[in-house]
């Protein structure tokens, strides 16, 4: 296959991802923009005639919308910096320490990432119970902080190894100690791994539901993604347009804090190369 034709393939098929993915989106998006009797028709018309913002003034002006969605940008934000706060000593370790044993934690790491909350759950729930953090968002926070660290370790210790070590022992030539040289030198010059641990972090706990599923009863505390399912169990066909202009809403803090953090990344790169 000559080159001209691989790319060709190779666009293809981003195209057919990318397919995979912005089908259902614009379909969502034709949902939300219908009024009550266009949303009878399905999938009749993927256009509506007479598209409406109503729907998400709406859902915009609902005040327990808004906490709903405070609620997830808390709980995410805070767990996502906690397992990075949690993971950077581990990180650390990994990357500038010989010890017997190591590529084998860092496999075992590896592995704890991969369970499944869902195998976890009764125990989990029996355990915040006994620790009385059930219906908290300290208790989601921490299970968010447990399920984020693994990543986070991999992650922030390939960003510490391509810190160069000499920048660190002029440090401790200084006179800086092995903690004011982790804060001082190598923690901004991997910035950007920080950064992309955090992303990483609270993506994953904003796609969450079966852990505030299962630890939250309280209507008022539960995030936005437990939040629109229990709107679903009770819609309507009437409603429909309400839910699909509520999942869209929800969707653009994600989308907004990943595209601000990710432009963050780009200037670290760039501007803060070592330079020998």
């Given at each position: 296959?000559?080159?001209?034709?691989?790319?060709?393939?190779?666009?293809?098929?981003?195209?057919l991802?990318?397919?995979?993915?912005?089908?259902?989106?614009?379909?969502?998006?034709?949902?939300?923009?219908?009024?009550?009797?266009?949303?009878?028709?399905?999938?009749?018309?993927?256009?509506?005639?007479?598209?409406?913002?109503?729907?998400?003034?709406?859902?915009?002006?609902?005040?327990?919308?808004?906490?709903?969605?405070?609620n997830?940008?808390?709980?995410?934000?805070?767990?996502?910096?906690g397992?990075?706060?949690?993971a950077?000593?581990?990180?650390?370790?990994?990357?500038?320490?010989?010890?017997?044993?190591?590529?084998?934690?860092?496999?075992?790491?590896?592995?704890?990432?991969?369970?499944?909350?869902?195998?976890v759950?009764?125990?989990?729930?029996?355990?915040?119970?006994?620790?009385?953090?059930?219906?908290?968002?300290?208790?989601?926070?921490?299970?968010?902080?447990?399920?984020?660290?693994?990543?986070s370790?991999?992650?922030?210790?390939?960003?510490?190894?391509?810190?160069p070590?000499?920048?660190?022992?002029?440090?401790?030539?200084?006179?800086c100690?092995?903690?004011?040289?982790?804060?001082?030198?190598?923690?901004?010059?991997?910035?950007?791994?920080?950064?992309?641990?955090?992303?990483?972090?609270?993506?994953?706990g904003?796609?969450?539901f079966?852990?505030?599923?299962i630890?939250?009863?309280?209507?008022?505390k539960?995030?936005?993604?437990?939040?629109?399912?229990?709107?679903?169990?009770?819609?309507?066909?009437?409603?429909?347009?309400?839910?699909?202009?509520?999942?869209?809403?929800?969707?653009?803090?994600?989308?907004?804090?990943?595209v601000?953090?990710?432009?963050?990344?780009?200037?670290?790169?760039?501007?803060?190369?070592?330079?020998?």
């Amino acid at each position: 296959m000559s080159p001209r034709a691989a790319d060709r393939a190779t666009y293809l098929v981003a195209l057919l991802i990318a397919a995979l993915f912005l089908v259902p989106l614009s379909w969502l998006l034709s949902l939300s923009v219908r009024t009550p009797q266009e949303v009878y028709l399905g999938a009749a018309r993927y256009l509506p005639e007479d598209p409406t913002l109503e729907n998400f003034r709406l859902v915009l002006t609902d005040r327990s919308f808004g906490l709903h969605l405070w609620n997830s940008l808390k709980i995410c934000a805070l767990g996502g910096a906690g397992a990075v706060a949690a993971a950077i000593p581990a990180a650390y370790a990994f990357s500038r320490f010989s010890f017997r044993g190591r590529t084998g934690l860092m496999v075992a790491v590896l592995l704890v990432q991969m369970v499944s909350p869902l195998v976890v759950l009764i125990p989990l729930y029996r355990y915040m119970d006994a620790l009385g953090m059930l219906d908290t968002h300290l208790g989601v926070i921490g299970v968010y902080v447990a399920l984020g660290v693994p990543l986070s370790v991999w992650v922030l210790k390939s960003s510490f190894d391509r810190v160069p070590r000499s920048l660190e022992e002029a440090a401790e030539i200084d006179g800086c100690g092995r903690a004011e040289t982790l804060v001082r030198i190598t923690l901004p010059l991997a910035g950007p791994g920080v950064a992309a641990a955090f992303i990483l972090n609270t993506m994953m706990g904003w796609s969450q539901f079966l852990v505030p599923f299962i630890l939250l009863t309280d209507t008022g505390k539960v995030p936005i993604s437990v939040a629109i399912f229990n709107f679903a169990g009770s819609t309507s066909a009437s409603t429909t347009q309400l839910l699909a202009a509520a999942c869209l809403v929800a969707i653009l803090p994600a989308l907004a804090l990943f595209v601000a953090v990710q432009r963050l990344i780009v200037r670290a790169v760039s501007g803060g190369a070592v330079r020998g």
